[in-house]
């Protein structure tokens, strides 16, 4: 399981939390990452942070993500990613000095802010 980071608001805070997945091989060059987070599953854009899809399940999350680049153009998910790269910042992966503190791995028992 490789680490990654996905930003989360607690108490109205803005937080790194680190989480653990397995990448997800893409045709966009998205650094994507499938992890669980209490009893759900995710796709987390890593440079980003930002959620894409989440399910009960982990294919779920999967193929969430796999439809919405039928439904919705992927241009979207990659516009909303760079916003969100400009409003908070690189991920920690990608920068040495991340503009918000960071919530340490817990397992799979943390709860999302």
Same mark, same amino acid.
């Given at each position: 399981?490789?680490?990654?980071?996905?930003?989360?608001? =607690?108490? +109205?805070?803005?937080?790194? $939390?680190?989480?653990?997945? !397995?990448?997800?091989? #893409?045709?966009?060059?998205?650094?994507?990452?499938?992890?669980?987070?209490?009893?759900?599953?995710?796709?987390?854009?890593? =440079?980003? +942070?930002?959620?894409?899809? $989440?399910?009960?399940?982990? !294919?779920?999350?999967? #193929?969430?993500?796999?439809?919405?680049q039928r439904k919705i153009r992927i241009m979207f998910v990659i516009k909303r990613c760079n916003d969100i790269i400009e409003l908070i910042g690189l991920s920690p992966?990608?920068?040495?000095?991340?503009?918000?503190?960071?919530?340490?791995?817990?397992?799979?028992?943390?709860?999302?802010?």
């Amino acid at each position: 399981m490789l680490p990654y980071y996905a930003w989360v608001i =607690v108490d +109205g805070i803005i937080y790194w $939390e680190e989480r653990r997945g !397995r990448k997800l091989p #893409n045709h966009y060059g998205l650094q994507l990452y499938v992890g669980k987070v209490g009893k759900k599953w995710e796709v987390v854009e890593g =440079v980003s +942070g930002t959620r894409i899809t $989440e399910g009960k399940l982990k !294919r779920d999350a999967v #193929n969430t993500f796999i439809d919405n680049q039928r439904k919705i153009r992927i241009m979207f998910v990659i516009k909303r990613c760079n916003d969100i790269i400009e409003l908070i910042g690189l991920s920690p992966l990608f920068t040495d000095k991340p503009d918000y503190e960071i919530i340490p791995y817990k397992g799979e028992t943390q709860c999302n802010g």
